[in-house]
């Protein structure tokens, strides 16, 4: 059900390198950058799934990330949990919380990452599943 969801940056040149590094471990790119001043860029696998979008903020002022706001993203293996929050970390996102099982039943367990990107905003990355 989600379009895309927005998250502002106080360095958006900085900040695309970052998600263009981590985005292609999911099949993702840059789908659309308008040339305007806040620079609005989606990235995803295609205009009709989930997009990220990263902009400077519509108001001008500095990009906050928001208290208790988090971006999720579903991988489609456990390795791949690890290899987003490795590359994450490699482009200078800072760790929330390593890979590894967090509870579950069988065939449920929520294998998950956490990290924050170069402005503070929060993800997670998860694979539900016993794989």
């Not at 400077?56 to 928001?66: D, I, Q, S, V």
Request: proline share 5%.
């Amino acid at each position: 059900m989600i379009g895309y969801t927005t998250l502002g940056s106080n360095d958006l040149d900085r900040a695309l390198v970052f998600y263009d590094g981590l985005t292609a471990v999911m099949g993702g790119k840059r789908l659309t950058t308008l040339p305007d001043a806040r620079g609005f860029t989606l990235y995803g696998a295609g205009r009709d799934k989930p997009m990220l979008a990263i902009t400077r903020p519509y108001n001008g002022g500095p990009a906050n990330p928001g208290n208790g706001t988090m971006v999720a993203l579903i991988a489609d293996s456990r390795a791949q949990v690890d290899a987003l929050h490795a590359r994450a970390l490699a482009l200078g996102g800072s760790d929330e919380g390593a890979p590894g099982a967090r509870g579950g039943l069988a065939g449920q367990t929520f294998y998950g990452a956490y990290f924050r990107d170069l402005d503070g905003n929060k993800f997670c990355v998860y694979r539900i599943g016993d794989e």
